[in-house]
């Protein structure tokens, strides 16, 4: 009985770590490819994010902490469309792991998967434009969630064959629930097509796109560039918004000084997974975007 026991103790000890060596160590840069890493892979993932929906990651610095869980990374999943221009390269040089560098089945960019929106007929960085590839903030359409979905999937099979069937699985499994859901909000969502918004950044680009409301301006008088009070005065003199869209990132005294200006009602809504309490996974997060624009918007 005591072996019995202390083999019952030994096995226990053994048979976790044993998972977890086994688990796909992912880097997601942004809290949406966490979340979207996490749905797609299970238990077979493990995963490290490095960045919350409380930071911008257009601005994240290149911190050791960071370089240190790139370094043991099997796979970075990152936005692209230079939306970590500022810290992603620097840390796939200091990390020194060649399985997450450009170009490797264990670097993975969302924006690479689909057709992005905004994109410059011509380069040009004048005016401190952050979006000078195309737009990158592809996490709020969930059309190109599900081609991102499909593709990462795909790569996670690449990556941990072993387990290429759970991966499959765990997809279908998201894929149904996922064009459900979509159908769901497009139908709750009717009475806001035709709505015109204002933005404060461009990050609500796709989402506006998928739900047929029309973006008449922006608070940023470019993307990452802070509203002036002339850009202000400039947006206030034209058509009078249904609605002006901000996340919580956002400073709220312009939004609010447009709003005063020029009337339309001020939503602030949450841009990641995370964001806000009520967006806690990525259903809820558009669960919670629809309802606040309705509330807002009708
Ligand atoms: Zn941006």
Not at 200 to 204: A, D, G, I, L
Not at 272 to 279: F, I, K, M, N, Q
């Given at each position: 009985m005591k072996h019995y026991v202390r083999l019952l103790i030994l096995s226990s000890l053994l048979i976790p770590f044993a998972c977890a060596t086994a688990q796909v160590k992912v880097f997601a840069c942004e809290p949406e490819w966490a979340e979207l890493s996490k749905i797609l892979g299970g238990k077979h993932v493990k995963i490290y994010r490095a960045?919350?929906?409380?930071?911008?990651p257009h601005r994240i610095q290149a911190r050791p902490s960071l370089i240190a869980r790139l370094r043991n990374a099997d796979l970075a999943v990152c936005t692209g469309a230079e939306l970590e221009a500022a810290w992603m390269p620097m840390l796939q040089r200091r990390a020194r792991n060649p399985k997450v560098l450009p170009g490797k089945p264990g670097y993975f960019e969302a924006t690479d998967q689909v057709r992005l929106l905004e994109k410059p007929r011509r380069l040009d960085r004048t005016g401190g434009d952050v979006h000078a590839e195309g737009?990158?903030?592809?996490?709020?359409?969930p059309r190109r969630i599900r081609r991102v979905a499909a593709v990462l999937a795909k790569r996670l099979q690449t990556i941990d064959p072993k387990h290429s069937n759970a991966y499959q699985k765990r997809w279908k499994a998201f894929d149904k629930r996922w064009l459900d859901s979509m159908a769901r909000w497009k139908q709750q969502a009717k009475?806001?097509?035709g709505k015109t918004a204002v933005v404060?950044?461009?990050?609500?680009v796709y989402l506006l796109d998928w739900l047929a409301i029309k973006r008449i301006g922006s608070l940023e008088p470019n993307p990452g560039v802070p509203p002036t009070p002339s850009h202000i005065s400039k947006l206030s003199s034209l058509q009078k918004p249904d609605m002006i869209i901000m996340s919580p990132?956002?400073?709220k005294k312009p939004a609010t000084w447009l709003r005063d200006k020029s009337g339309g009602r001020l939503v602030t809504l949450p841009h990641?997974?995370?964001?806000?309490?009520?967006?806690?996974?990525y259903f809820k997060l558009f669960d919670t975007i629809i309802s606040r624009l309705l509330k807002s918007g009708t």
């Open positions: 960045t919350h929906a409380r930071q911008d737009n990158p903030h592809i996490q709020l359409d009475p806001l097509q404060y950044h461009r990050e609500w990132l956002n400073d990641t997974v995370g964001a806000v309490g009520a967006a806690k996974d």
